[in-house]
């Protein structure tokens, strides 16, 4: 398949690799050239515009930090938007907004493209393994003629409705419930060890009677050790997939108490000066006001 | 081994059960009697007084509702605690308070008698299976001298520590953990079912991908499906779980948000009147404050 | 002074007309003409765009819902920045986001022009009788050249910084604090009646020993007879408010949990179908939590 | 009036000093007695137990820390209640629980004893200026009985129950009350600082426009001169007083999330080693979390 791949950072150019090396045919383009041209000698085409890498694709992935990089991207000088061909599916697989999601279904509308919205779930070392979990929503024809591309970037693939913007609220209704684990870890480690309890005996202890998912045994361990960098996921992002989740609460009129608690620790990290740590370092809010 | 037992509610009942089978010789009491003789048939000795149930006891094994259940059982009127044998242990596996753990250990050793705490996880189904997971603290060889009991009524027995306090800490933190996920999956279906998504679509997403562990399907199925009834755990129990950690951390002075977050949300489900449902029927609220 | 006046809703229609009395010229627009018009007789210029009520003034104040009203009127079709003359200063006096007031701040300098921002605490009653409280932020010469228009809007004028973003700081956190009064009564209100108390009789003894401020007998008294209609201040309005505070309080890192709580109160407030009523409806939430 | 006045601390000094000046005969008893003797040349008659205190009385009344102090100068050794003359009454005027109220409620009436809960609002200035706020409830001849005492000790008191325990919630609420002020200028606080603007100015903004109860002035001048030692009311009473107003809350089930937040604020205060500090102290905690 001809594919346009915008968004080579730690996520996307392990994407990248996974769909070259399964012999699709890449044309790559990166803010910061650099990044893109590690992949020309596995066999990408190195572009300098979004523009370039949409012009010739059957399908358009970007794999962006956030809604702004995403709208620099699509619609911007240059612009991927304006160049993808009549009847090409932009996939989108950045955390974004449910509203910039909403937007962007319209706008590939009106231009006779197509739209699938493919958030993923999993760190950098996943996307390198081609094992991401990947939340898909769009028309399902369109969903079908990418299905070998999914294949090859995750472990698993969830078709959720045909509409993009489930699998962003999916995807960010995810990452919260990612949050309430590391803080709740936290505050549990706080108590444990202010009751003289070793903590990674608790966590030894959770982890193999209720808690067996890996996530808890990942996130704990950093927490125990304290050791959040480098960092697999960082904290402004983790703030930004926060904010994002009270925004479409709010536009729902959804009370998430939960986030509203963790969006009050991720600034106090920041404050702290933790904003190069990875984001399971707002853990470190919870030790600190107990006076550990 | 010659085994008091006292407390056959819904845990106590199959715990006692599985220690007969095992062929220990088992005395059991209870307030209402009737529940014991359940188990005469399958030979149990059954009295009438926790004093008798203690008197002839190696170990005396309590499962009660609460602090005051066992206070009265062993400290009241016809008590176990004065017809303990020196020498003999109790195994104190109910859900406690750590400052009642703490001062039975304290008369327990004044009458050169044991004391173990070893709370448990796990529900009503659990305990019948022999599938607990036992949380023990307590001098080693007496936990040792124990360690065929807690092998017949549970699938893993963790031992944390020499300080029976330290079991119940850590029991009461991991209950609150129980507690954090109910609400963080009830605030996440008020959000996705509000925005049109599918909540049971949802759960199925996050139960594949990342939240693997058990606890999230079987809580999440029970509150997609909004039935809470008949209780494996009452919401006053559960309530009454979430005033002692909340206790415990206020005794070491650590802050833990997400307790008193969830202590607001039990005592709205209990003003719905909800009292006599599953404790993880707080998750009505945040469907019910979403305006489902 | 030849002043230009655009917004004439609840707050600006009152406003304006104490500038009339005053024997100042009033050039006024509005969205809705119908409502400018009613100042026509008493001797304002009603002009149908926003640059022609900048145009010749030396004063152009702005009195709008939000920040989109407020760009919509100063940089849209037809703006007013584009035809205020050089020299002349804005006084926006609406409720907007500190990051607008900054801009604001910006582009009027780089057109030569003035930029004040006079925010002002009072409801429409307040506006209508000239007794507004408004806090001042801009450079001095400006403040002085409006004072006199100060005087005639509001009751007292606080001048506190150089920089006008610091006026609408002040502002959010004035509102910030309004709402803990609201939601602390509620809950003080939800506590007293399930005990059994009167909470007018509460009410009265608080307000005539430690609170004393009108604030919480006027907000007390809404509370406690449930009359939230007519909005002296509309729901929407309130949560764009703790929306602004909380955007301010994200920008430069300092978390406020009691604005996180009072935002979930809306949500719910607004999930349960109460988006015309008076903004201290979100104390409804309070006692509906408690079951009354 | 004959009347027994227990608890000579920096609330209750005052107040019996203020009944003696208004000519009423006072025999008092303190657990250090050193504190009574001061009384003495005064014209207080100093003993050395509860009982003494008691045994003459017509009104008895207790200023105390705390429930446990309350229940052992009653009802321990050498106790005032079984002294207490049939048909005198017990003015309890210290904070203490609902449910103790409840309690003494019950037991003054077995013994043909009278039982009034007259908590108070104020520091010890306003103790020994004889200008507190009383707020009464019980039997209303037993409050006219008393009223004498009453207009000495406060410059208001506030009948508003025939059942004491009402007053004690009353009270409880109010302290609820107190600490959201304290709380919400905090926040208001750690915001403006890091905004770039003055916090003396701000809050002389807001307690000169809307927040003009002397509260708002007074609790916002400590925190902004970070002056918290002398404690006119320590941390730790402080977070007893939370405490009960959340027990009274449990009791009724009515959530009042705003005392659990303010809860959480207490135990980091002191994880942070303020307990000998001013309740206000609490204050600490938003600046420091802001990184201030």
């Given at each position: 398949m001809r594919v346009g791949f915008i968004g080579l950072g730690n996520m996307g150019s392990g994407m990248a690799r996974n769909l070259i090396k399964a012999g699709h045919q890449l044309t790559v383009y990166n803010r910061t050239r650099q990044r893109a041209e590690s992949l020309e000698s596995r066999g990408a085409r190195v572009v300098s515009s979004p523009a370039e890498a949409a012009s010739a694709a059957e399908a358009l992935i970007t794999m962006l930090a956030d809604d702004g990089a995403v709208e620099d991207v699509l619609l911007g000088h240059d612009g991927a938007?304006?160049?993808l061909p009549p009847g090409a599916v932009h996939v989108g697989m950045s955390t974004i907004s449910v509203q910039l999601s909403r937007r962007l279904g319209a706008?590939?509308?009106?231009?006779?493209q197509h739209?699938?919205?493919?958030?993923?779930?999993?760190r950098p070392d996943a996307a390198?393994?081609?094992e991401l979990f990947i939340v898909v929503a769009g028309p399902s024809p369109q969903i079908e003629r990418c299905r070998g591309l999914f294949d090859r970037m995750g472990q698993k693939t969830f078709v959720i409705d045909e509409q993009p913007p489930a699998a962003n609220v999916c995807k960010l209704t995810g990452n919260f419930l990612i949050t309430t684990v590391i803080e709740s870890l936290a505050e549990a480690f706080a108590l444990v060890r202010k009751s003289g309890l070793n903590a990674e005996k608790f966590l030894e202890v959770m982890t193999e009677s209720l808690f067996t998912a890996p996530l808890y045994r990942n996130y704990g361990s950093m927490i125990v050790s304290d050791k959040f960098e480098p960092a697999g996921f960082k904290m402004p992002l983790g703030f930004k997939d926060n904010r994002l989740v009270l925004a479409a609460a709010e536009e729902v009129r959804a009370p998430i108490p939960m986030a509203s608690l963790v969006h009050d620790r991720f600034l106090e990290a920041m404050a702290l000066g933790l904003s190069n740590a990875d984001w399971s370092a707002i853990s470190r809010v919870s030790l600190r006001n107990a006076g550990l």
């Open positions: 938007m304006g160049a706008e590939h509308q009106a231009k006779q739209y699938i919205a493919a958030p993923v779930f999993g390198a393994a081609g």
